[in-house]
């Protein structure tokens, strides 16, 4: 099964440590990340995604558990 996952927060260590630990959990980065401004804080975004060989996915399955 093919996962998504889109990460976002403060543009902070929590955010990076929030991604890395996803892609040391065998997530890849799916594209750059994006960056957005709300007037006092930048806000980031990281997409990501994980190929899980013969599981198949439902509308059931707990992302966060991979």
Same mark, same amino acid.
């Given at each position: ?6 990460? &976002? ?26 960056? &957005? ?20 996915? &439902? ?8």
């Amino acid at each position: 099964m093919k996962l998504y996952s889109c990460i &976002t927060g403060p543009d902070d260590e929590t955010f990076c440590k929030r991604v890395s630990d996803k892609l040391n959990r065998g997530w890849q980065l799916h594209g750059g990340p994006t960056l &957005t401004f709300d007037g006092k804080t930048v806000i980031a975004g990281q997409a990501l995604v994980k190929e899980v060989e013969g599981e198949i996915f &439902t509308m059931d399955t707990k992302i966060g558990a991979y």
